[in-house]
């Protein structure tokens, strides 16, 4: 089963692809990831990047897909794969359409975690986690047992990502839509999407992408 998982900053697509993996033995495949790994094992397309990359110049699609090819004809990744931050555009998504056809497969779904905007900045603006274990909090939904004393490990020392403001939220979601607005048309005419309540609990979520992929 082979998916791309669609969705702004904070809609939860980290989340259902570390239980799709754990689930369903798929492999989560992110484009920074695979360009970090392919430049660190030194692989032709790899030093391409690096070169690129060293100049500050942005990789071009061609050398994406020269690393997403290497990928794909990992053992792992035939039992399935997840696609994550590509395609972003028609271009790339024909591309990704021709490269899976060489390599014998295809795309089987794409699936958007459909957010209310307003909700998800401030699911977002209100988190934060404790500093010493990692433990995630929320103004509103979860905060500790014991006001400003971690629930895991009794900590007294909490943070937030600097980036979990508004302004940067809201311009993040403005990326996205910019983004993922050109390829959705493109998979809508093959029959490939689907929509997902990216707003429901995690564990609905989860419910509705395995209905999705088990064809109900």
């Known amino acids: 089963m082979n998916i791309i998982l669609l969705g702004p900053p904070g809609a939860g697509k980290g989340t259902q692809a570390s239980r799709l993996e754990q689930e369903r033995g798929m492999v989560q495949l ?17 030093m391409q990047a690096k070169a690129v990359m060293d100049a500050g110049d942005l990789v071009s699609d061609e050398i994406v897909t020269g690393i997403l090819s290497d990928r794909l004809d990992g053992e792992d990744v035939k039992r399935g794969f997840i696609l994550d931050g590509y395609p972003r555009t028609t271009a790339q998504a024909q591309s990704l359409e021709s490269l899976l056809a060489l390599k014998g497969t295809s795309l089987d779904h794409v699936i958007e975690l459909s957010v209310d905007e307003d909700a998800l900045v401030e699911r977002i603006i209100g988190r934060f986690s404790c500093a010493s274990c990692g433990e995630g909090y929320h103004d509103i939904y979860k905060q500790p047992a014991v006001p400003n004393v971690c629930d895991v490990c009794q900590s007294e020392n909490f943070r937030r990502r600097p980036d979990d403001n508004e302004e940067t939220v809201r311009n993040r979601l403005s990326e996205y839509r910019a983004k993922t607005e050109p390829i959705l048309p493109f998979y809508e005419a093959k029959g490939l999407v689907s929509r997902v309540d990216g707003m429901a609990p995690i564990v609905e979520v989860n419910a509705a992408i395995e209905r999705i992929l088990d064809g109900g």
């Open 30 to 46: 992110s484009t920074g990831d695979m360009l970090r790994a392919a430049v660190a094992a030194r692989s032709p397309v790899g």
